[in-house]
């Protein structure tokens, strides 16, 4: 910085970035829940900690806010993927109030499931063997999945 401290910034998703910052028990509700109000209008977080080199303690910052909307012909195309009989479900990295917001827009369905409701692959890489026995019930009525790693 200018006055020839030498620090580090991370910025990244709001939960990962709480879990750096050696307060995270004092600011963890209050981060949540200015996220989940963000996320209830649509608008995306991230959060942003600096860590000066002297002490190695990550604080946090703040929170940068953006939009980040569907394309413009994105709800006509599900309409009509629906007409078509065709099912549509969102799978997403972004939390799951704002892919609960994102499907309002686009005229989906609500029922958005965290990445839990998820199988997850084998060290091969191949699904579950019975995965459609152990998680249809779960996968075949969501309308959507949030929070989702690749």
Not at 54 to 63: N, Q, T
Not at 77 to 93: L, Q, Y
Not at 109 to 123: F, S, T, V
Request: charged residues 20%; negative net charge.
């Amino acid at each position: 910085g200018p006055d020839g401290k030498v620090f580090s910034i991370s910025k990244g998703a709001p939960h990962v970035i709480v879990a750096l910052c050696q307060n995270k028990d004092q600011i963890q509700g209050e981060v949540d829940a200015k996220v989940l109000e963000l996320g209830q209008k649509g608008i995306r977080s991230l959060a942003v900690a600096k860590m000066y080199e002297a002490d190695g303690e990550w604080k946090m910052i703040g929170i940068l806010t953006f939009l980040d909307p569907p394309r413009y012909d994105t709800k006509e195309t599900i309409a009509r993927a629906k007409s078509f009989g065709v099912g549509v479900k969102m799978v997403t990295g972004d939390h799951k109030v704002i892919a609960i917001e994102t499907c309002k827009q686009l005229g989906m369905g609500h029922n958005i499931q965290g990445p839990e409701a998820l199988p997850l692959l084998d060290a091969d890489g191949n699904n579950p063997p019975n995965m459609l026995q152990d998680f249809g019930n779960t996968i075949i009525p969501a309308d959507g999945f949030g929070q989702v790693m690749p």
